[in-house]
């Protein structure tokens, strides 16, 4: 005479009877999880996820006077614009340049033209993301009274990634610029920067340390 | 003589002694009613299927294309009246929200629970010097504080902001204006300033 044994997802009883199960053991759970990782639903039943972080990347003015013009103009014009983005964000590579920035998802990219000279043009994301773009940004105030630059959140291949908005002196107004891209088809890093589509009156290059810590400009991971 | 069904959760072995036991079994999580995206959250002693409290996910409807907002389904442009917002490719990442929308221009949008950051901005046009204000509307109620535009674009850029949190079920969103201006262009003669600088984000938090 035989006996069926009782099985508990292949587990079989011990002596005394018991079954001991962990999670990655039940029938719709598939795990290799690594620290910090969640539990989530899909397709395939219960699996890891890993959490993203809020932000991928920051970038903030610095509050100092010091430094050069990319040119010996004090105007700021397109023609200085680099790989067809707004170059009007002036940067140092010291702190704080980017306070919050985690470079496994995005960097800044920076055209130096000497020491004291840097402005930031774009940020570089990694693909396999949706990203959320802000920019909070003011040109000079020793611009024109009523001048403005009107700003479009694109991709270096031209693709645009939201609403046109237009920034203008810290004494007149300052208005978020929002963008979204979505870079999980990418096969590389996406190139995402601001595009001048005009302006109106004389811009100045920003320079001066009243004007710098108002530039602050964001990416953050959305999915 | 009687035997002992042996049972685990609720499951009996089949005919070959095993037991299936899958999440949902187990005697202090429910899996009822998930979708794919939705994690396993704590509460009140038992564990439930739940959108992922830590999944950054975002409604973005902002395209900057150029279209005339007498194209949307707006009923007027008077205080009272819900503004319509332009994106054909609207980005909805938010488990379980909803966009209402006809012709690519957004009216409304239903939230699921959970807390929300909403930004939205309007750029309504005007024949004359004038101004109206907006708000976002959760239910039919006002949220957090008033947008601004007038007349030029200098006047744009105020835009409504609030955080709105959905407690239980689903609650609907807009925005509405909350004034009436007399030199407010009619909805045939408004133009496509609206669409190429108007935006509605909508940041899950929690």
């Known amino acids: 005479m035989s006996h069926l044994t009782t099985t508990v997802q292949t587990q079989t009883p011990s002596v005394t009877g018991s079954v001991s199960l962990s999670l990655d053991q039940l029938s719709d759970v598939s795990t290799s999880a690594s620290d910090g990782d969640l539990l989530t639903s899909s397709a395939s039943g219960w699996v890891e996820a890993t959490a993203k972080p809020n932000r991928a990347g920051d970038y903030v003015g610095i509050p100092t006077a010091e430094g050069y013009f990319p040119t010996s103009s004090a105007v700021y014009s397109q023609i200085y614009d680099i790989s067809g983005f707004y170059s009007n964000i002036r940067t140092t590579t010291s702190v704080p340049l980017s306070v919050i920035t985690d470079t496994a998802y995005c960097t800044n990219q920076i055209q130096v033209y000497a020491q004291n000279s840097k402005y930031w043009y774009a940020f570089s994301l990694v693909a396999g993301y949706k990203y959320q773009l802000e920019a909070n940004l003011i040109i000079p105030e020793n611009s024109s009274s009523g001048a403005w630059v009107r700003l479009q959140w694109r991709t270096s291949t031209g693709t645009t990634l939201g609403a046109k908005g237009y920034i203008y002196r810290q004494s007149e107004r300052k208005n978020p610029i929002f963008g979204y891209v979505d870079t999980t088809g990418a096969s590389g890093a996406t190139i995402v920067g601001l595009t001048n589509l005009g302006q109106s009156g004389t811009c100045g290059f920003m320079q001066a340390g009243t004007d710098t810590p108002h530039l602050q400009i964001s990416a953050r991971i959305v999915e | ?206």
């Open chain 2, 1 to 206: 003589m009687s035997h002992n069904t042996i049972s685990v959760n609720a499951q009996t072995p089949s005919a070959t002694g095993a037991i299936t036991q899958a999440l949902g079994d187990l005697s202090d999580v429910s899996t009822s009613g998930v979708n794919d995206g939705y994690a396993l959250v704590y509460s009140s002693g038992a564990w439930s299927g739940a959108p992922n409290p830590v999944s950054n996910t975002a409604i973005f409807i902002a395209e900057g294309a150029s279209q005339a907002y007498s194209g949307s389904g707006a009923s007027g442009v008077s205080s009272g009246d819900i503004v319509e917002f332009y994106d054909g490719n609207v980005i909805n990442s938010i488990s379980g929200a909803t966009i209402t929308s006809s012709s690519s221009w957004v009216s409304s949008v239903t939230l699921p629970v959970g807390t929300y950051r909403v930004r939205a901005h309007v750029a309504l046009t005007f024949s004359a010097s004038d101004s109206v204000k907006y708000q976002i509307y959760q239910d039919n109620i006002a949220r957090g504080g008033a947008g601004f535009v007038g007349q030029d674009d200098i006047t744009m850029g105020n835009y409504a902001s609030a955080f709105v949190i959905v407690s239980s079920g689903t609650d609907v969103l807009d925005v509405r204006l909350t004034s009436t201006a007399t030199n407010i262009n009619a909805i045939n003669a408004q133009g496509t300033r609206h669409a190429e600088y108007g935006y509605l984000i909508i940041e899950r938090v929690a």
